[in-house]
């Protein structure tokens, strides 16, 4: 199979059945189509031919060409997978990528609030006025359920379940459902019951969250919104909206539940995603160990 044919091939595999995001479907393709062209011009071999040796030529290439741990460890990790979807295509027999390994210092342990700093952050929106019990609401849905920013903001009013206390989250080609803490149940109804009826500018608005005109809630606009709340609390970590995403993901491991519960409610594909929140946990027991430990 031609190279083209082989990248065409694996970019509907992403969109298609992986479903990847946008921002992921853009670095593997660029990750491939850059490793093409130094097949291209390094070597007589394209995709198909080339062997263990000339990917990990490339990696070195890459590394000497002064690219970040961080960039190579990325690329390595789109190669496995354009070669893994080759083999299971047929297109190959042998998978080239299989001796192919990131340093193990390349991943960076996310940032996540303690349990006060939270606490801090949610008690922030004064509920004196319909912008106060709305990102009240915001914000303790956010750390009661792990979404991501676009998954909050795309939220329709129809995917919220208050009786059950859970909402239902639409994302990458599957549906999934996650439940709500009491406190955030009781924002959450409170800004439908009293407060969402006088923001929506149209009765057809679908939207869950709506802005100061009545439309869908931006990204942007969220991104200001968390980090006015951040500055009023004190709070020197640079809080971003996934910041919330991997607290609640860190409490919940700290607190006893599952990695493939935690998984399922972050809506990651694979498991070495969360696998992340293990070592955060781990590396914070041994930080308390010998800042607290009289021999330490």
């Known amino acids: 199979m031609k190279d083209s044919a ?5 970019e509907e595999f992403l969109k298609e059945k992986k479903k990847v995001s946008a921002n992921t479907l853009s670095a593997y393709l660029r990750d491939i189509r850059q490793l093409g062209e130094y097949l291209s011009s390094h070597t007589d071999c394209g995709y198909t031919g080339a062997d263990g040796r000339v990917l990990s030529d490339y990696i070195g290439w890459l590394r000497a060409g002064g690219k970040s741990v961080a960039t190579t460890s990325r690329a390595i990790a789109s190669i496995k997978s354009f070669y893994g979807f080759l083999l299971d295509s047929g297109v190959i027999s042998q998978n080239p990528s299989a ?12 940032q996540i609030l ?7 952050l949610l008690e922030q929106p004064e509920c ?3 912008k106060g019990y709305r990102d ?6 956010l750390y009661a359920t792990g979404l991501r920013v676009s998954e909050l903001i795309g939220l329709d009013v129809s995917d919220v ?5 859970i909402i239902t989250c639409h994302s990458r080609g599957h549906d999934r459902s996650i439940p709500l803490y009491p406190a955030a149940i009781k924002a959450l109804g409170e800004y439908l019951e009293f407060i969402r009826p006088q923001m929506v500018a149209s009765p057809d608005e679908t939207a869950l969250f709506v802005n100061v005109s009545g439309e869908r809630m931006s990204r942007q606009g969220f991104w200001k919104l968390i980090k006015s709340y951040q500055a009023r609390a004190g709070i020197e970590k ?3 909206p996934h910041t919330l995403r991997h607290s609640f993901a860190a409490h919940l491991l700290e607190n006893g539940a599952d990695l493939r519960s935690i998984q399922e409610m972050l809506g990651h594909a694979d498991i ?4 992340i929140y293990s070592q955060l946990v781990k590396k914070q027991l041994k930080d308390v160990y010998n800042k607290a430990h009289p021999r330490a």
């Open 114 to 120: 303690t349990s006060r700093e939270v606490e801090l």
């Open 238 to 240: 640079d809080i971003t």
């Open 161 to 165: 379940n208050l009786d059950a206390g």
């Open 99 to 110: 001796l192919l390994t990131p340093d193990k210092s390349t991943q960076k342990l996310p």
């Open 136 to 141: 009240r609401a915001m914000l303790e849905l």
């Open 272 to 275: 070495s995603s969360t696998q």
């Open 6 to 10: 082989c990248f065409s091939a694996y």
């Open 128 to 130: 004196v006025d319909a």
